[in-house]
């Protein structure tokens, strides 16, 4: 059965930081790549950043291009998401997912998804 479990969100204020955890399990790890979306209460679910399967290759969206970093440790099963220099628009559920596609920004390519944990960003 495949596990995709977020941790490390909380409140914080406007400038400070947060490291997002994603540990997997039940699936070839290696084979995914690995995504981080977001949900704001309103509005609709948006892609934040992912990381390739094979390469490294990392995206982000414009909006958390520069504050944020994607990282992967395929020995541990775990993807991370480091957030600076956060603001009150970053305040969301953020969601981890796993993909075989390669259409990595599109929430409907992803095959799993985790249950979420909420980020707080207080101005």
């Known amino acids: 059965q495949v596990q995709l479990v977020e941790s490390g969100g909380g409140l914080v204020q406007a400038g400070g930081s947060l490291r997002l955890s994603c540990a997997a399990s039940?699936?070839?790890?290696?084979?995914?790549?690995m995504g981080w979306f977001r949900q704001a209460p309103g509005k609709e679910r948006e892609f934040v950043a992912a990381?390739?399967?094979?390469?490294?290759?990392?995206w982000y969206t414009d909006s958390v291009q520069g504050r944020s970093t994607i990282s992967r440790d395929n020995a541990k099963n775990m993807v991370y998401l480091q957030m600076n220099s956060l603001k009150p628009e970053d305040t969301a559920v953020y969601y981890c997912?796993?993909?075989?596609?390669?259409?990595?920004?599109?929430?409907?390519?992803?095959?799993?998804w985790g249950q979420g944990t909420q980020v707080t960003v207080s101005s």
């Open positions: 039940g699936l070839t790890f290696r084979l995914y790549t």
């Open positions: 997912a796993a993909t075989i596609s390669t259409h990595y920004n599109y929430g409907s390519s992803y095959n799993y």
């Open positions: 990381i390739s399967r094979s390469d490294g290759s990392t």
